[in-house]
């Protein structure tokens, strides 16, 4: 779960459009502050280093007129005054000064300023004056660690006496200090910007984005929409206030709503051209009823007096019969589809499905005495509200079409059983099974197998088709599911 998270948030073309907005705002805004951040403190670095080299400027220059006395102290040649006994202290800065004469170290002290009270010498580390001697030879304004008192600004500068230098350092403790203390302000300021940013873009995205969530919204219940049948009627639209053309949203609202527009007359044109289809499938089937009655009639007749006929005008007249009632069952297949597709209600009475199974069963072991036929029904009645005769025909023509598509020896399992408020009717068989590019289409009609499923019975296409009219009618469902030496129909119907 975490992993799938993660991965999540590392792809940013999963994420959505109002997430990806915050996202770039807030990194926008995350990197305005960083080069805010490193320009303010690199400014304010080179700023108070400015002014810490001009006091060590200074230090240096009053070093410069400053002489050793004969006890290695400094002393100033100008008239004694109170405020030039002691070396000056710069702001709170710790000092460090070094005297040389001829080369040779002659005083080295550390003035360490307090808070209260006065400043405190403490002589120099051996490593600190190795330091600073060699830090006298450079030239300038630099930057030398000492070793226990951290990054001092030093710099040498000539005595007024020959051969007499001295070097003079200030601390850059209170620099460091200053910058450290304004990395962390502006980072937290960062941070309060950054949250404020991140709830401040999520109202206002929300807001600009509600548009386009509206139209989003309209193209959701149009996806809804039952489309690939019967009269549609496609009123759906985005609202006016999201089909401005001057801005983009309002754009695709308008561009959706012409799309829609145009699906709208399609669909009609497609119902109208339906109805008439229908129309004319159910007025052919119902004037194909008398003239095939008639020809199956007179086609019987002949039959009949075959001692009155050639055998070869028998046989023909034979096969006339068969084919007209085989035409007559294809006919009133047709138009119960047309019915169906109409409309028209069927009857509602209770119907005892687990009878009508062992009654269609029993039919079908005489008309399939080759196959193996198999019941597992419940002890006591189940009851569906329907018709019965459609019902019957719904078994009718899933038995037969496991009969046709099957081999001798088949195994052919009716069951029904009650699941809460439906009731499950399925009819399994361990034939060959139904290819798998077929099974989308099965229900289909005129949909035929290939050799797989033989249909050396005749098959019209037609059964399959009927049985999910019908159960749609009754407000049920039906599914399949095949492979090799396992194919189910299931039916699933609303219980009383």
């Known amino acids: 779960m975490i992993r799938d998270r993660l991965r999540h948030l590392v792809r940013p073309g999963e994420w959505t459009l109002r997430g990806r907005l915050l996202g770039q705002l807030v990194a926008l805004v995350a990197i305005a502050c960083l080069v805010m ?31 050793i006395g004969p006890d290695g102290r400094m002393a100033d040649p100008v008239p004694p005054d109170p405020r030039n006994q002691r070396p000056r202290v710069f702001g709170g800065n710790a000092t460090v000064t070094l005297s040389l004469i001829d080369g040779n170290v002659r005083s080295a002290f550390f003035v360490d300023p307090q808070q209260h009270g006065e400043p405190q010498f403490r002589p120099l580390a051996a490593s600190v004056i190795d330091t ?7 030239p300038g304004i630099h930057t030398v660690d000492l070793d226990g008192l951290g990054p ?13 230098s001295f070097v003079v350092g200030l601390s850059m403790g209170e620099v460091e200090a200053t910058v450290v203390s304004a990395t962390w302000i502006m980072l937290a300021v960062a941070l309060i910007v950054l949250l404020l940013t991140v709830l401040g873009g999520e109202l206002i995205i929300t807001y600009t984005l509600k548009p386009l969530r509206r139209v989003a919204a309209t193209a959701g219940r149009v996806a809804e929409l039952p489309l690939e049948r019967g009269e549609v009627a496609l009123s759906v639209r985005v609202p006016d206030e999201d089909t401005n053309p001057r801005t983009e949203v309002g754009q695709v609202g308008a561009a959706l709503n012409r799309m829609l527009g145009h699906i709208a007359n399609a669909l ?26 008639a020809i199956r009639g007179y086609a019987e007749l002949t039959r009949r007096s075959g001692d009155q006929v050639p055998p070869d005008i028998a046989r023909a007249m034979g096969r006339v019969e068969s084919e007209s009632v085989r035409m007559t069952a294809l006919v009133e297949d047709l138009l119960l589809l047309a019915r169906l597709d109409a409309g028209r209600p069927l009857r509602r009475q209770p119907v005892d499905l687990t009878q009508l199974v062992v009654d269609s069963v029993s039919d079908a072991h005489v008309a399939g005495p080759d196959h193996k036929w198999r019941v597992d029904v419940p002890d006591e009645p189940v009851t569906v509200p329907g018709d019965e005769a459609r019902l019957r025909q719904v078994l009718a023509n899933l038995l037969a079409n496991a009969r046709t598509h099957t081999p001798p020896g ?11 408020g439906d009731v499950r009717l399925s009819v399994t068989d361990d034939g060959p099974g139904i290819p798998p590019e077929l099974l989308p289409e099965v229900f289909e009609r005129f949909a035929r197998g290939d050799s797989s ?24 469902t039906v599914s399949v599911s095949s ?14």
């Open 410 to 420: 088949t195994i052919v399992n009716v069951t029904v059983e009650a699941d809460g």
């Open 132 to 138: 600073l001697v060699q830090a006298a030879a450079t």
């Open 152 to 164: 001092y600004r030093v710099t040498g500068v000539p005595g007024r006496i020959a051969g007499q």
């Open 483 to 496: 492979h090799p030496g396992h194919t189910e129909f299931s039916v699933q119907l609303p219980a009383i």
């Open 37 to 67: 951040g490193v320009v303010t403190t690199v400014g304010l670095r080179g700023y108070l280093l400015g002014k810490l080299d001009g006091q060590v400027g200074v230090a240096a220059d009053r070093a410069m007129n400053t002489v």
């Open 453 to 476: 499923r033989s249909r050396a019975a005749g098959s019209t296409g037609l059964g399959l088709s009927i049985v999910a009219a019908v159960v749609s009618a009754h407000k049920g």
């Open 268 to 293: 009609a044109v497609r119902h109208a051209s339906e109805m008439r289809v229908r129309k004319f499938v159910a007025d052919a089937s119902h004037e194909l009823r008398t003239p095939l009655a």
